[in-house]
């Protein structure tokens, strides 16, 4: 999902070890993260970007919204490729970013009309997504300027991002103080770890906004892309992409990805709900519901390039998106312009607007307890 879609325009462990990968200076074996400057921000704010290497992948990462800018993994002969969409330089993710790589703080996803009520307290949000308010409001963690502290150790080479967000901010109470760990694993996995407290009671659903396509960046739609979510149900919208509270059946739908399928394959039909949202942009209830410890949720494969990603994630929802903004007026690294479709989202979360839905699993954090979520992409080639 990304900031005002029409306007402007996230396998606990991969199902095998690591694609055997060529003799490049990452493609195996780990090494201390690198920091090198990205840019400066208008009030003079330097922004690094973070290279970590392990187990055949490469992940960089900016201090800016902690987004990930680089995600390289090889395909079936050894060859790498950024499998994220992102941009060069730091100005156009300042600017024009629908959410590129993000960390998406407070709340992931939509708040209908932009307030929720907490304890017989009405809370107004920033609103910046028509009526509603989305991945935290205008300046949410996306837009912040994390601290960042690498790491290398037995679990693999990572870095701690920290970012205390103020009583207020956004419209949201409480003082909450957010830790997120990625980690590449010595099998080339990448972990997300999230972790939060707070002094007052607050709601909070932590996700990444990474755009995904396996091909490759900028080599075109993702529609032959082949997904499998294991979820048996979805929570249909309205017209503003808000759930109407209904957990709907996906057998018998264009929403069905149990066995896995083209995600072209449906999306032209003119069911409502696609309609609406011109394409795949809705939550997807799991089937295993929130849990300790991430269980595996979907798998995602590239026939072409035979590059597979699988996740895993302790969050009961995910929000598949499939790229239905993007209009060709933003372009990559590339140099190419994304288009309708060229990337994917699947952003692992609780359901959009549960603060407003006491039926849907609670977001709420109170003093003295700590809100954590995992999720782990895993990657292969075959």
Request: proline share 7%; charged share 20%; glycine share 14%.
């Amino acid at each position: 999902m990304d900031t005002s879609r029409r306007t402007v325009l996230a396998a606990a462990a991969a199902a095998g070890a690591m694609a055997a990968a060529p003799a490049t200076a990452y493609a195996s074996g780990g090494g201390k993260p690198v920091r090198e400057r990205f840019g400066t921000l208008a009030d003079g704010t330097v922004v690094h970007r973070w290279t970590l290497r392990n187990g055949g992948t490469r992940l960089k990462v900016l201090s800016y919204g902690g987004i990930v800018q680089s995600l390289e993994v090889p395909d079936r002969h050894g060859r790498y490729a950024n499998v994220s969409l992102g941009f060069d330089g730091l100005d156009a993710y300042v600017s024009s970013s629908p959410f590129f790589g993000a960390l998406i703080g407070r709340y992931g996803n939509r708040i209908a009309g932009g307030r929720f009520t907490l304890d017989g307290t009405e809370h107004r949000l920033s609103v910046n997504d028509g009526p509603n308010s989305l991945h935290g409001g205008a300046q949410g963690f996306d837009k912040r300027v994390w601290d960042v502290e690498p790491f290398t150790d037995r679990t693999g080479v990572g870095l701690v991002l920290r970012y205390v967000s103020p009583d207020g901010e956004m419209g949201y109470p409480g003082t909450l103080r957010v830790t997120v760990t990625y980690t590449l694993t010595p099998r080339g996995e990448w972990r997300i770890d999230y972790a939060a407290t707070t002094d007052r009671a607050t709601v909070v659903n932590l996700t990444n906004h990474t755009y995904y396509n396996l091909a490759g960046e900028g080599s075109g739609d993702v529609l032959g892309h082949e997904l499998r979510l294991a979820a048996s149900r979805c929570t249909p919208t309205d017209a503003t992409l808000i759930p109407t509270g209904e957990l709907a059946p996906v057998a018998g739908t264009p929403f069905d990805f149990r066995r896995g399928k083209p995600i072209g394959e449906d999306i032209r039909r003119a069911h409502p709900q696609l309609v609406l949202a011109q394409g795949y942009d809705h939550n997807w209830v799991l089937d295993k519901g929130a849990t300790a410890r991430p269980l595996p949720v979907a798998t995602l494969r590239d026939p072409g390039s035979g590059r597979t990603m699988t996740i895993a994630t302790t969050e009961p929802g995910v929000q598949f998106y499939s790229g239905n903004f993007l209009d060709g007026t933003l372009a990559g690294p590339s140099g190419r312009t994304y288009r309708q479709g060229d990337g994917l989202c699947l952003e692992t979360q609780h359901f959009p607007d549960s603060p407003n839905r006491p039926e849907f699993p609670s977001t709420v954090l109170r003093p003295g307890a700590t809100y954590r979520s995992t999720t782990v992409h895993g990657f292969s080639a075959h």
